[in-house]
């Protein structure tokens, strides 16, 4: 079991405050999905999980240590992994050698997703955005992190592709937290913590059936 959470965070961009006081739970294995429109906080209080946004107020905790100050790098070399909305992947080098960074065996990855393998030879920079949100969610799977985080992961993808992808990320023995706009099809059904924020606030936390009704 792991949990990583948000203790009454504040994040300021500036003179704005773009989290007021959040507090959320996400337990794992499991998934979290923070929910919310663009300018909601939810992109926010993902990087401020990951570390890589400062606090100006409250803490990070992760399986009860306060990691606060604990910078992004260490966090993932403790077992963290996000994958951003943007430069997700290093675009100068090929699939393969983005894959090869993160595990020698790519086997996980191209069984994940197939449609990598013919184009392991191309730079990464010349892929659509959906073959992009593929290798850096591989990246991930192969990296085999105890945490992660993704933002808006299907993305660019088919309704085919993005299914799978909820599908790999519900099955991860990870605490696996993502931000959407809305609950996406794929998860429906499916068991999952869910946070709406709204203007920096959580203006809903419960189940996704909760939600649904």
């Known amino acids: 079991m792991t949990t990583l959470s948000l203790r009454r965070a504040r994040v300021r961009y500036g003179p704005l405050e773009a989290l007021h006081g959040i507090t959320l739970a996400a337990p794992g294995p499991g998934l979290t999905v ?36 604990v910078p992004a790098h ?52 010349t892929l659509s955005g959906g073959e992009q ?5 591989s990246r991930a799977l192969l990296a085999r992190a105890r945490v992660v985080l993704a933002d808006e992961p299907a993305q660019g993808m088919s309704p085919s592709v993005a299914a799978r992808t909820y599908e790999l990320l519900s099955a991860l023995d ?19 913590v869910v946070y709406e ?11 996704a059936g909760e939600l649904a009704g």
Do not use: K
């Open 74 to 125: 260490e966090r993932a070399r403790r077992g963290m992994c996000l994958v951003p909305e943007r430069r997700a992947v290093f675009g100068s080098l090929t699939v393969r050698e983005n894959l090869a960074l993160a595990a020698r065996d790519h086997t996980l990855a191209l069984d994940s997703y197939p449609q990598l393998r013919p184009l392991l030879e191309r730079r990464a920079g």
């Open 174 to 192: 990870a605490c696996v937290v993502i931000a959407e706009q809305r609950m996406p099809p794929g998860l429906r059904g499916r068991p999952a």
């Open 133 to 137: 949100r593929m290798l850096a969610l």
């Open 34 to 69: 923070l929910l919310g429109r663009n300018g909601s906080g939810r992109t926010t209080a993902l990087n401020a999980l990951a570390g890589t946004l400062p606090l100006s107020g409250g803490a990070v905790v992760w399986d009860g240590t306060d990691v606060t100050r």
């Open 197 to 207: 924020l709204r203007r920096g606030a959580v203006v809903f936390a419960g189940e």
